[in-house]
T-cell receptor, first 113, second 113 residues
Framework: EDQVTQSPEALRLQEGESSSLNCSYTVSGLRGLFWYRQDPGKGPEFLFTLYSAGEEKEKERLKATLTKKESFLHITAPKPEDSATYLCAVQARSGAGSYQLTFGKGTKLSVIP | DVKVTQSSRYLVKRTGEKVFLECVQDMDHENMFWYRQDPGLGLRLIYFSYDVKMKEKGDIPEGYSVSREKKERFSLILESASTNQTSMYLC????????????FGPGTRLTVL
């Protein structure tokens, strides 16, 4: 069974204080690992896809990295508008699971001015 | 601007009622998904569809059914609503070539009394 564990559950940062969110996963053949951002009362918004160990993707203050067992979402000099819940999800390589994502429970990030 | 829309943002129903939740996407996506999101449990897949009239069970299909008669529309049906189906329901769509990069609707918060 595919599993995704995110840590920490919640993170409070001062504006400008860089940090990382962790996503550990077990999957029967990784097809892709995905990061989403979710604001309160809204649906998740797609951020990144990572396909293989060593791959990195960047968008503004966010950088996602991938190893064979985990992914990190690095947040550099965060601003209050980066406050959100960040979700990690994995997609298996084959079978019915190749269509669906298994999500972690998320990390709720609060950036204090 | 690409969009996934859901028929209602908030819905209140009584136990035993039949409930229809509708989702429409304008991106010509082949895949569509229904999730529910609960505090502490995260996003869980109910059903998905990879083509018109095709459907596959997700992780928690019990008590739900789906219908996809047109490519752009995917409906979730609660045959006899129960209080444990009170939740946030999220619809998503994705292309055949990138099934994991999903676009989500704004969600429907369903309360069953």
């Amino acid at each position: 069974e595919d599993q995704v564990t995110q840590s920490p559950e919640a993170l409070r940062l001062q504006e400008g204080e860089s940090s990382s969110l962790n996503c550990s996963y077990t999957v029967s053949g990784l097809r892709g690992l995905f990061w989403y951002r979710q604001d309160p009362g809204k649906g998740p918004e797609f951020l990144f896809t990572l396909y293989s160990a060593g791959e990195e993707k960047e968008k503004e203050r966010l950088k996602a990295t991938l190893t064979k067992k985990e992914s990190f979402l690095h947040i550099t000099a965060p601003k209050p508008e980066d406050s959100a819940t960040y979700l990690c999800a994995v997609q298996a390589r084959s079978g019915a699971g190749s269509y669906q994502l298994t999500f972690g429970k998320g990390t709720k990030l609060s950036v204090i001015p | 601007d690409v969009k996934v829309t859901q028929s209602s943002r908030y819905l209140v129903k009584r136990t035993g009622e039949k409930v229809f939740l509708e989702c429409v996407q304008d991106m010509d996506h082949e895949n569509m998904f229904w999730y529910r999101q609960d505090p502490g449990l995260g996003l869980r897949l109910i059903y998905f569809s990879y083509d018109v009239k095709m459907k596959e069970k997700g992780d928690i299909p019990e008590g739900y059914s789906v219908s996809r008669e047109k490519k752009e529309r995917f409906s979730l049906i609660l045959e006899s609503a129960s209080t444990n189906q009170t939740s946030m329901y999220l619809c998503a769509s994705s292309s055949k070539s990138r099934p994991g990069s999903q676009f989500f609707g704004p969600g429907t918060r369903l309360t069953v009394l």
